[in-house]
């Protein structure tokens, strides 16, 4: 076999011996990661980051293995994909998540104070990951509660905008209910602040104008410890 003829067999097997790891078998590694970690009750979207195609990488001798390079659940996220073969490498790939599920938004401009109504609201596909806070995903955990700050039009209701319905208001005439073993007692009142339901108020007894506490059990009736 001639010089040339042995140079070119070899340069067939070192070329061979040096076949790349294809690209898109990283990339797809890295997004399937990412999924398998967010199977939630969403839908997730990935974006894999496109890897310099000047990058070679020995193709490898065993399945691709991942790992998460950094931790939480964080919209933009960095996969690691390693080789355990014969000839080993790792690999850093970033992969952007959206996880898309359910959010309340306001329907309409609210403002402070405002009780929400069914009118007032509508459900949205949002992603989540761009949500620091607790965000609500059903209509009726948001009806009837009072938005404690305004919310903007399309804006996400967010828990801690919210609390409970004042059924009753500062300088309303309530009555108190005074109860104990055997015994029930009932008198009147004004009430010194807002509240909900199971909340506790001050009132100022009317008849001796002494202040006491409760507990609201309805719209107009408070009931005090004897």
């Known amino acids: ?8 067999v070899y340069a067939s097997e070192l070329a061979a011996d040096y076949r790349a790891q294809s690209l898109q078998s990283i990339q797809e590694a890295a997004q399937q990661h990412v999924r398998e970690r967010h199977r939630t009750g969403g839908r997730v979207d990935t974006l894999v980051a496109t890897i310099d195609p000047r990058l070679r990488m020995r193709a490898c001798s065993k399945p691709l293995e991942t790992f998460e390079a950094n931790e939480g659940r964080g919209k933009a996220r960095t996969v690691g994909v390693r080789c355990n073969g014969s000839h080993p490498w790792k690999l850093y790939v970033p992969v952007t998540v959206r996880e898309l599920r359910p959010v309340v938004v306001a329907a309409r401009p609210i403002e402070r104070g405002a009780t929400l109504t069914r009118e007032a609201l509508r459900i949205e596909e949002r992603d989540v990951t761009r949500l620091h806070v607790a965000y609500i995903s059903e209509l009726a955990s948001a009806i009837g509660k009072v938005v404690t700050r305004p919310v903007a039009a399309a804006a996400p209701i967010l828990i801690g905008q919210l609390q409970a319905e004042r059924v009753i208001r ?3 005439q309530v009555s108190l209910l005074a109860q104990g073993p055997g015994v029930a007692v009932r008198m ?3 009430a010194l602040n807002d509240a909900a339901l199971n909340e506790r108020i001050q009132v100022r007894n009317s008849a001796s104008e002494r202040i006491v506490e ?3 059990k ?9």
Do not use: F, H, K, N
């Open 1 to 8: 076999m001639s010089a040339v003829l042995l140079s070119l």
């Open 170 to 172: 500062r300088g309303q």
């Open 188 to 190: 009147s009142g004004v």
């Open 214 to 216: 409760g507990r609201v």
């Open 218 to 226: 309805s719209s107009d009736t408070v009931e005090i410890d004897l």
